[in-house]
């Protein structure tokens, strides 16, 4: 069984779901149009919409990471590899 790990809708109104087995899903109309799952994505534990394109992941691993148009980019953190991001806040100037 999988929990929900977070929901979000991004600009071009598709909502994307995370949970825990892992995978993350983006719904659109009602219908999983996509979904994604290791190694993929790994595993998701925060997600917040970019305000231009894409979406912000918080990774299990500790990694932020901006998905857009099926790419991953990482952005590495201070953090320890252990350390989940469990929250994400995007600013209106797209800071993090």
């Not at 929900?4 to 995978?23: F, K, L, M, R, Y």
Request: hydrophobic content about 45%.
């Amino acid at each position: 069984m999988s929990l929900g790990a977070a929901i979000i809708e991004d600009i071009d109104h598709n909502i994307w779901a995370s949970v825990t087995q892992p995978a993350l899903f983006r719904i659109r109309d009602l219908k999983v149009a996509d979904e994604l799952v290791p190694p993929e994505v790994p595993r998701v534990v925060s997600m917040a919409p970019d305000v231009s394109d894409g979406i912000w992941l918080g990774l299990s691993s500790g990694v932020r990471t901006l998905f857009r148009r099926g790419q991953l980019e990482p952005f590495p953190t201070h953090r320890p590899p252990d350390h989940a991001i469990r929250n994400l806040l995007v600013e209106p100037d797209d800071s993090i």
